[in-house]
Nanobody, 127 residues
Framework: QAQLVESGGNLVQPGGSLRLSCVVS????????IGWFRQRPGMAREEVTC????????TYSDSAKGRFTISRDKANNTVYLQMNNLRSDDTAIYYC????????????????????WGQGTQVTVSL
């Protein structure tokens, strides 16, 4: 059974860093794009970043560019989201998701294409 499990969320001060993990099981990580999304309080869910089947295929939201980095450890079936220089408006529940599209680049994947989701992990940025 395919599954994604996030971890790593925590309370952190502004300017701090966190690394979120998304452990996948039940499918080949190599063949599917994985996205990180977040839902901030009172706001719609938004895509933060995506990594395609090719490690060089990544996209970032404007808010994430220059601060967040997505990476994949195939040996451990894990996708990471390294978040640096965190701000209060990064406070959200962060979700990872798998797009059930084989060998499709991130630029051609939309939120509705992600059909397997983790349970989310809470990130709170506050003094």
């Amino acid at each position: 059974q395919a599954q994604l499990v996030e971890s790593g969320g925590n309370l952190v001060q502004p300017g701090g860093s966190l690394r979120l993990s998304c452990v996948v099981s039940g499918f080949y990580l190599d063949w599917h794009a994985i996205g990180w999304f977040r839902q901030r309080p009172g706001m719609a869910r938004e895509e933060v970043t995506c990594i395609g089947d090719n490690d060089g295929d990544t996209t970032y939201s404007d808010s994430a560019k220059g601060r967040f980095t997505i990476s994949r450890d195939k040996a451990n079936n894990t996708v990471y989201l390294q978040m640096n220089n965190l701000r209060s408006d990064d406070t959200a529940i962060y979700y990872c998701a798998m797009a059930d599209l084989l060998l499709v680049p991130c630029t051609d994947i939309f939120e509705e294409d992600y059909d397997l989701w983790g349970q989310g992990t809470q990130v709170t940025v506050s003094l």
